[in-house]
């Protein structure tokens, strides 16, 4: 099985609140039908969910947020949610929605829940979940970020390989240069190590994944602009990206 994660940064221009990139999704879900074994898509918010957030400073951290304002964020994460859909559907990958709260309770995960995802994939159709606006409980929610889903399902689905997609070529170890990390092996950065996006969220998906490779789990950062890379990254062939985890 194979666990792949849409930045928030590739599929939504982050520079515009409330704007997709429907000629990107749609090259994705292009590249994704070549791939011959199960996968699951997270996805994160972008210029919707994140947007919001921002806007009425929600955080990871559960706590007594403004309750519209997490109306909007949910509703925003269910309209970019439902672009996806119709983007995979019509590129014939049969999208199966859980959102968050199929598998979560307050911020713990249900293993049963997360196990049947994977019996999901293997039918045929395609899981696809999201970062969302959570409730908590005694008032109070919280966001869970599509990078801390992918280390919450990698750690119950055992995923080949779990990919990250991105909107830059990986982890550079000069920025001005754009030199290339090609391979992590649980080297400890920081986040003025690494690129970082205007969410910070690049430090949190390198957080993740050394999170997932340190349970002895494959993760590969790569290049949605280039979608058959993709491809490549699961086929084993010649890869253009950052690895974590042995090869």
């Not at 559907?89 to 979560?104: G, V």
């Not at 993760?219 to 990206?241: C, L, M, W, Y």
Request: glycine share 8%.
């Amino acid at each position: 099985m194979i666990l792949i994660k849409l930045g928030g940064s590739i599929i939504t221009n982050k520079e515009k609140p409330l704007s997709p990139r429907m000629v990107t999704i749609t090259r994705i879900a292009s590249q994704l039908r070549r791939l011959k074994e199960p996968f699951v898509i997270v996805h994160g918010g972008g210029s919707f969910g994140h947007y919001w957030s921002v806007k009425y400073d929600m955080h990871t951290k559960p706590a007594k947020y403004n309750m519209h304002g997490v109306s909007v964020v949910k509703n925003s994460m269910v309209e970019l949610n439902k672009i996806i859909l119709d983007i995979l559907e019509k590129s014939n990958l049969n999208p199966y929605c859980l959102p968050p709260t199929d598998f979560m309770s307050g911020n713990k995960p249900i293993p049963v829940k997360i196990k049947e995802i994977g019996k999901i994939a293997s039918s045929g159709l395609v899981p696809v979940t999201f970062g969302d606006a959570l409730w908590y409980g005694n008032k109070k929610s919280y966001i869970l970020s599509g990078d801390k889903i992918m280390s919450i399902l990698a750690k119950f689905l055992r995923p080949r390989l779990s990919i990250f997609v991105l909107n830059v070529d990986g982890l550079y170890s000069d920025l001005k240069s754009q030199k290339l990390i090609r391979q992590m092996n649980g080297q400890a950065f920081s986040a003025k190590d690494v690129s970082i996006d205007v969410t910070g969220g690049m430090s949190r998906k390198v957080e993740e994944a050394t999170a997932i490779s340190k349970i002895g789990l494959k993760v590969f950062f790569v290049n949605g602009n280039h979608p058959e890379r993709i491809v490549k990254a699961v086929q084993r062939s010649k890869f253009e990206g950052t690895l974590f985890g042995g090869r």
